[in-house]
C-alpha cells in the first residue's frame, strides 16, 4: 500500500504530497499520525507549507493547518500556493515582516546615548514579547491587518497614512530615544529621583509644544503624492 502522506522537507519549507484517493476524514488522521511522529525532528521551526498531489479547498486547508499545529511545536507561517503571482506576494509578505520585526529589537541599538539605550533595554521595548502586544494593539485599532489563515501581517492604507503624516509632522515620535527618556522618566519616579507631578509636567509641556507645532504645519500638499502612492496598493471595497 502507497504511502498517502510524504514530507518533503526544505530549509524554510515543506512540501506535503497527498494521496487523492483517500476519503478526507482518514487522510487527516494519518496528517496527525505523520506530524506526532516527525514533531522531535522539526520542533518548533518557523515553515511555509504547499501543498501536492490533491486539490484541497480552503476549509480542506485550514483543517490540514489545525491538524499540523496540534501533532506539532510548527508556527505555519503561510501556505503557497499554485498561483504564481500569489507566491510572489507571499514571499515579499515575509521578507517585509522580517524587516520589521529585525527594526524592532534592534530599535535600541540605535540610540547613543549609553543611559538611554541601557535604559530601553531594561523595559522591554523592542523585545518578542512587547512586540506582540504592540502588532496586536495595532490591528485591533485598524493600523495592520493580520491574515487568520497565512498569520501575515501588512499595513493597512490607514496604517500607511498614519505613518507618513507623523514622520512628516511629528518625526520625534518614530525615534527610540523618546520612548527611552519616558521609561527613564517613569524609572526615576518610582525611585523617587523626580515626583510624578514633575514628570507628568514635562510630558505635558511636550504634547503642548507638538499639538501647536502640528496646528502650525500647513504640508497637506505635500502629503497628497504620498497618498496617492500607497491607494494603488490597496483594492478598494464599496467606492472610494
Not at 112 to 139: F, H, N
Not at 174 to 198: C, F, H, M, N, Y
Amino acid at each position: 500500500m502507497k504511502n498517502p502522506v510524504i514530507i518533503k522537507s526544505f530549509p524554510n519549507g515543506l512540501s506535503i504530497w497527498l494521496d487523492e484517493e483517500m476519503p478526507f476524514s482518514q487522510l487527516i488522521q494519518e496528517i496527525a499520525f505523520k506530524f506526532k511522529e516527525s514533531a522531535h525532528f522539526f520542533k518548533d521551526a518557523s515553515m511555509v507549507l504547499s501543498f501536492e498531489g490533491r486539490g484541497l479547498s480552503d476549509f480542506e486547508e485550514r483543517q490540514i493547518v489545525n491538524t499540523i499545529s496540534a501533532n506539532s511545536s510548527l508556527n505555519i507561517v503561510c501556505i503557497i500556493g499554485k498561483n504564481e503571482e500569489t507566491d510572489k506576494n507571499y514571499i515579499k509578505a515575509l521578507q517585509k515582516l522580517s524587516l520589521h520585526q529585525q527594526a524592532m529589537e534592534n530599535a535600541g541599538q540605535l540610540i547613543e546615548d549609553e543611559e538611554l539605550r541601557a535604559q530601553i533595554k531594561g523595559s522591554g521595548i523592542g523585545t518578542s514579547a512587547t512586540r506582540a502586544e504592540i502588532l496586536k494593539k495595532l490591528v485591533n485599532i485598524k493600523y495592520l491587518t493580520l491574515n487568520k489563515k497565512t498569520q501575515i501581517i501588512m499595513p493597512t492604507f490607514l496604517g500607511e497614512i498614519i505613518y507618513e503624516v507623523v514622520a512628516s509632522a511629528m518625526k520625534p515620535l518614530l525615534d527610540p530615544r523618546l520612548t527611552a527618556s519616558w521609561e527613564k522618566g517613569l524609572t526615576q519616579v518610582s525611585e523617587g529621583t523626580i515626583t510624578s507631578d514633575e514628570y507628568m509636567r514635562k510630558l505635558d509641556d511636550f504634547v503642548t509644544r507638538r499639538t501647536n507645532l502640528v496646528k502650525q504645519v500647513r504640508n497637506q500638499t505635500a502629503l497628497y503624492p504620498a497618498f496617492d502612492k500607497f491607494a494603488g496598493y490597496y483594492k478598494q471595497k464599496g467606492g472610494t
